[in-house]
Structures are given as C-alpha cells and as structure tokens.
C-alpha cells in the first residue's frame, strides 16, 4: 500500500499504530481526524520514513508534531486550519520539500530556516497574522518558488527579497494592510498573476527606466496598473522614490535587517 485515506473520520481516541507495519506509505491524509499533540504518533517519522505526502489539516494541533519535522523525504505537507502559532527552525530537514500550505493558522513569523527548503515552489500563508518582519530576508534563497500566497495578514510591505524569487509565476496579498510593493516587483519576469485586492492604501512603484532592465516588453508579462487590478488607488510617479510611503517601507527594511543581526548574534 502507497496511499491511505483516513480523512473526515473522528479518531480522538485512536494513535494510529497500525501505521508502523506501512513501511511502503507515500500517501497519507490524516485531514480532520481529531488530531492533537497527544495523540499524534510520536514515531511516524520511524514507520513511515518513505513518505512523501502528509495532510494533517482541520485539526488541532498548535504546532507542527516533532516526527514531521524528522520527515526528510517530504515534499508536501498541508498543515493548513489548525491552530499552529509557531514553527520550528527544524524545518530545514524537509530538503525536498516542493508544497507548503500552512494558510489559517495563527503564525506571526516563518522562521530563517525556512530558506534551507530550497525545493519548496508552493507556499500558501493566507489567513495568518504575518507581518513585513515576519517574512525571512532568505526567503530570495528559495529559488524554484513559483507561488507564494500571504492573503488575509497583516502585510505593509513585503521584503525585496521576495522579489529575488525570479521563478515566481502567482503572488497573492489579497487583504491586508499594504503601503507599497518593492521596485523589484517589475524584475520578475515569469510573474503572471499578481492578485493584491483590498489594499486600499496601496501604492504601485514606478517602473524603472528601461536601460536598466533591457527590453522592458519582454520583461513585463502582467499589467500593474492598479485599476485593472481593481484597487482604485492611483500608480505613483517617478517621485515616489522620496514619499512616505518608501520611507517607512526602507524604515521597516532597516529594522527588519537589525532584529535579524540581533537574533544571529544571540
């Protein structure tokens, strides 16, 4: 057996130790079965060192269990609607890690290691509690991303170095509280979907001049006139660069950079 589906059933009661004779499981969906700390299994990551595919979403579980932090050979993992707070910097185990949905939990943070998962190419973060300093300045490591979803947070701004994603095809910030989106934006030339409704305070930043970028019509692939992304707000010119507004985006870069400094040295 590769696959087992033991979604939607009430199982408060059971700890799942048949699991251990599935040496062979690929696939497990442990979704809405009245999961908790205590009576995860404590050694799944023992019995089920093949598996690659781990649903344990709508339970409650306010972290990630410590066995699926010791599942190496991960590559996607759903953790979304519980009522995770935090994560754990052992998440640098899940080096083939291509999908992440953490999306309705409670999370105000990713942690830096989430820049060693490197295979990671989907992250869903909706319905959290992020912030600009919440996201990891090594995020611009996670060169194979191609999705990143942050809707319904917390968000001013986000890092320029979300922007260094260059693989980055859908960016989703729908619902929070952005000012400004970094000049970084308009380099990311696989982008195809940029999706940050109900921003009403949203400024886009000004295109850069052409000669610094090359054929600005090969590398722009979306529109980012924020009417037709169905903001209202009006784009800002050339002189943005000097406004509030990226002022206190350089205010939240600086900080940002300083409390990480701080945490390294610690």
Request: a positive charge; aromatic letters at 6%.
């Amino acid at each position: 057996m590769d696959t087992l589906i033991l979604a939607n059933n009430p199982m408060v009661n059971y700890k799942l130790r048949s699991l251990q004779g599935l040496v062979n499981l690929r696939t497990l969906n442990l979704r809405n079965t009245e999961r908790n700390l205590s009576n995860f299994p404590e050694q799944l990551d023992t019995w089920l060192s093949e598996l690659e595919d781990l649903d344990i979403s709508k339970n409650s579980l306010p972290q990630i269990p410590a066995s699926v932090y010791r599942m190496e050979k991960l590559k996607r993992l759903n953790a979304s609607h519980n009522g995770i707070t935090e994560l754990s910097g052992r998440m640098e185990n899940w080096v083939l890690l291509e999908l992440l949905n953490l999306s309705y939990n409670k999370l105000q943070e990713l942690p830096q290691n989430l820049s060693k998962c490197t295979r990671l190419k989907r992250i869903f973060l909706n319905a959290n509690e992020l912030t600009f300093e919440g996201i990891p300045l090594g995020i611009s490591r996670l060169t194979y991303l191609e999705q990143f979803q942050a809707a319904r947070n917390k968000l001013q701004c986000i890092p320029e170095s979300l922007c260094r994603c260059f693989h980055l095809k859908k960016l989703v910030l729908t619902n929070n509280c952005l000012i400004q989106l970094p000049e970084g934006i308009h380099y990311l030339k696989n982008l195809k979907d940029l999706d940050v409704r109900d921003n009403p305070d949203l400024v886009m930043p000004p295109k850069p001049p052409e000669e610094q970028i090359g054929s600005a019509n090969k590398l722009y692939n979306i529109d980012f006139d924020l009417e037709k992304l169905k903001q209202g707000a009006v784009t800002s010119d050339a002189s943005s660069k000097t406004t509030p507004l990226s002022r206190k985006e350089r205010i939240f870069v600086r900080r940002h950079k300083e409390r990480q400094a701080t945490d390294e040295n610690s």
